[in-house]
């Protein structure tokens, strides 16, 4: 009696982000009902099945994320809406309010309706961020204080006056907040159970932002972004400017100056920047992200096409990193978020773009 031949070895569903970084390329194009729309905010659900983009013509659009397409739409008309972000639970988000008045909205996506209202805030929203560990929110606004919430009540736990805290994030661990302030220079750093007290680490960033960008230091006009990557090692500071800062997240230390040559992204400078002067009106998030495996940094070029800049190479003397790759497209990546389960990526500016390896 014969043996039968041994079954094939199973096919490779899985590929490592630094084998497949330089292949990445638009699959798949989306655009919003209207042309003129912009997408001001990008955040993926915690299962990286759904993509949720907040628009400058009060709606909400949420894709999928394994079939590349729009699954559903949600207007916010009497409110508006930016700095939309999933919750643990992928059927409701929260969002910041940009008209009416400064109160954060909690939405469930199944119903279309509001599940609660968190008002505390006095002046726009520029920053909402979830706990990677429990249904606790960090939020910064233009009145200068950061509120801690808790879902499930709508008064803040928490609240720290501070100068221009405009930006925030929670670390991996869920036990450190990191708040940015462009027009200090500065990032404070807290710990989540002592956030009453004084931050147990300050970086301060004007010796490096005088030497990489001496034009925006104290104006406000620069940093984007903040975001600490999966392995907590590194803290990304992105800006409006010529290039964004990776530091060391337990020092401070600049780690590389992620230079790009094109030029900004047709957003607000920054949050807190004069939308009365001349310039971009649109919002934004920023238009740079860690990959999941903290090594690479995806980025926006100003222009077409977007960047990869690989974290552990080593930077000049100088502590300049130039993009290791770049991404041929056709649109503006004027906001990014790489999604958190798959091997995919999304940048937008008046459409949706996925990317995927070839």
């Known amino acids: 009696m014969s043996v039968p031949p ?3 070895p199973p096919r490779e569903t899985t590929a490592k982000i630094s084998d497949v970084i330089g292949a990445y390329r638009p699959t798949k194009l989306l655009r919003p009902p209207k042309p003129e729309t912009s997408i001001t905010s990008l955040d993926f659900d915690d299962q990286g099945e759904l993509l949720l983009a907040a628009c400058d013509d009060e709606s909400l659009q949420i894709y999928n994320c394994r079939e590349g397409k729009q699954s559903k739409t949600l207007f916010s008309k009497k409110y508006g809406a930016h700095l939309a972000r999933f919750t643990h639970n992928s059927q409701s988000v929260i969002y910041a309010s940009t008209k009416v008045d400064d109160t954060i909205r909690y939405l469930s996506t199944h119903d279309n309706q509001f599940i609660r209202y968190f008002p505390g805030h006095s002046r726009p929203v520029t920053s909402l961020s979830i706990s990677p560990g429990s249904d606790t929110f960090l939020s910064c606004s233009l009145d200068n204080t950061a509120l801690l919430w808790a879902l499930n009540t709508p008064s803040p736990t928490g609240k720290l006056l501070l100068h221009t805290p405009y930006l925030s994030a929670f670390d991996p661990s869920a036990s ?12 404070l750093l807290y710990d989540l159970r002592n956030y009453d007290k004084a931050p147990f680490a300050t970086f301060d960033l004007l010796k490096t932002e005088t030497s990489f960008a001496p034009s925006s230091v104290g104006k406000g006009q620069g940093w984007t972004s903040i975001e600490f990557s999966n392995d907590g090692k590194s803290l990304l500071v992105g800006t409006a400017g010529s290039g964004h800062y990776v530091l060391d997240a337990f020092n401070g230390e600049l780690k590389a100056f992620c230079q790009r040559a094109k030029g900004p992204t047709g957003r607000v400078l920054a949050p807190g920047y004069d939308s009365s002067a001349r310039g971009p009106k649109v919002l934004g998030q920023g238009d740079v992200c860690f990959t999941p495996d903290g090594r690479y940094l995806i980025g926006g070029s100003g222009s077409e096409n977007a960047y990869v800049w690989d974290c552990h190479a080593s930077p000049g003397t100088d502590r300049v990193l130039q993009p290791q790759h ?5 649109s503006r990546a004027a906001v990014v978020a790489y999604n958190p389960r798959l091997n995919l990526f999304v940048t937008a500016d008046r459409e949706v773009i996925f990317w995927l390896p070839e």
């Open 6 to 8: 041994p079954p094939p």
């Open 326 to 330: 770049e991404l041929e497209c056709k």
């Open 176 to 187: 450190v907040i990191a708040i940015a302030s462009a027009t200090t220079s500065s990032v």
